[in-house]
C-alpha cells in the first residue's frame, strides 16, 4: 500500500469531457508534484506546488488545471484533452526541500487515462 | 526535459546473479536518486546518495557516484524474482523541488 493515494484508478473520457484527478496525502508533506508517464518511459514532471502554492509549471497545455485545495489534497482537472494525453498520471509528496537537504519523494500508483 | 540517459535499457538475468545499471547526467546536481517501478504501479525509492559521496549502501543495493564523470551505477546483488521492474535514476539540483529522471533501465529476474 502506498501512502499516496490517487484516484480513480482508471479513466477514460472522450475529448469533450471535464474529469478530475485526485490526490491525497497524510504524512504533513508540503511539496505536491503531478508527473505524466507515457508506456515505457520516465515520469515528466508537469507541476509543482510548494506549501500550497504553484511553484513549477512545466509549460504544461492549459487543458491541464491542477489545483492544492489544502496541505493534504491536490486535483488535476482535466478539459478538452487530447489522444496524445492518454498516459499515467502520477502524483507524488516529499517534506518541503530546503536548498542542501533534498529528500526522496513518495508517489501514488497513478490514474491511467486514456483519451477516446 | 530527460537528464541523461541510462544502460542498459533492458537487462536479462538468471535468479542469484548481480545487476549492474548504468546511469549519466548532464548538469551539477545535489544528489542523486534510484527509484522501482513495477508494472502498473508507482515509483518506489530505493537510495539517495547526495553529490559529496561516492558510495552507499541498502541491503542488497550498492550504488557509486562520480561527479567527475557525471555517472551513477546501482548494482543489486543475489537478485530475485521480486527484483524485475524497471529501475530509474532521478538528480536533484541545489535549489528547487524538481526531480529529472533518466530513461530507465528494464530488469528481468528469472526464475
Known amino acids: 500500500d502506498t501512502e499516496v493515494t490517487q484516484t480513480p484508478k482508471h479513466l477514460v473520457m472522450g475529448m469533450t469531457n471535464k474529469k478530475s484527478l485526485k490526490c491525497e496525502q497524510h504524512?504533513?508533506?508540503?511539496?505536491m508534484y503531478w508527473y505524466k508517464q507515457k508506456a515505457k518511459k520516465p515520469p515528466e514532471l508537469m507541476f509543482v506546488?510548494?506549501?500550497?502554492?504553484?511553484?513549477i509549471n512545466e509549460s504544461v497545455p492549459s487543458r491541464f488545471s491542477p489545483e492544492c485545495p489544502n496541505s493534504s489534497l491536490l486535483n488535476l482537472h482535466l478539459h478538452a484533452l487530447q489522444p496524445e494525453d492518454s498516459a499515467l498520471y502520477l502524483c507524488?509528496?516529499?517534506?518541503?526541500?530546503?536548498?542542501?537537504?533534498?529528500?526522496?519523494?513518495?508517489f501514488g500508483d497513478g490514474t491511467r487515462l486514456s483519451i477516446l | 526535459s530527460q537528464q541523461g540517459e541510462e544502460d542498459p535499457q533492458a537487462l536479462s538475468i538468471q535468479e542469484g546473479e548481480n545487476a549492474t545499471m548504468n546511469c549519466s547526467y548532464k548538469?551539477?546536481?545535489?544528489?542523486l536518486q534510484w527509484y522501482r517501478q513495477n508494472s502498473g504501479r508507482g515509483l518506489v525509492h530505493l537510495i539517495l546518495?547526495?553529490?559529496?559521496?561516492r558510495e552507499k549502501h541498502s541491503g542488497r543495493l550498492r550504488v557509486t557516484l562520480d561527479t567527475s564523470k557525471k555517472s551513477s551505477s546501482l548494482l543489486i546483488t543475489a537478485s530475485r524474482a521480486a527484483d524485475t521492474a524497471s529501475y530509474f535514476c532521478?538528480?536533484?539540483?541545489?535549489?528547487?523541488?524538481?526531480?529529472?529522471f533518466g530513461a530507465g533501465t528494464i530488469l528481468r529476474v528469472k526464475s
Open positions: 507524488a509528496s516529499s517534506p518541503q526541500q530546503p536548498p542542501g537537504f533534498r529528500q526522496p519523494q513518495h
Open positions: 504524512m504533513g508533506h508540503r511539496a
Open positions: 506546488y510548494s506549501y500550497e502554492k504553484l511553484s
Open positions: 548538469t551539477s546536481i545535489n544528489n
Open positions: 546518495i547526495r553529490s559529496n559521496e
Open positions: 532521478a538528480t536533484s539540483r541545489e535549489y528547487g523541488n524538481k526531480l529529472v
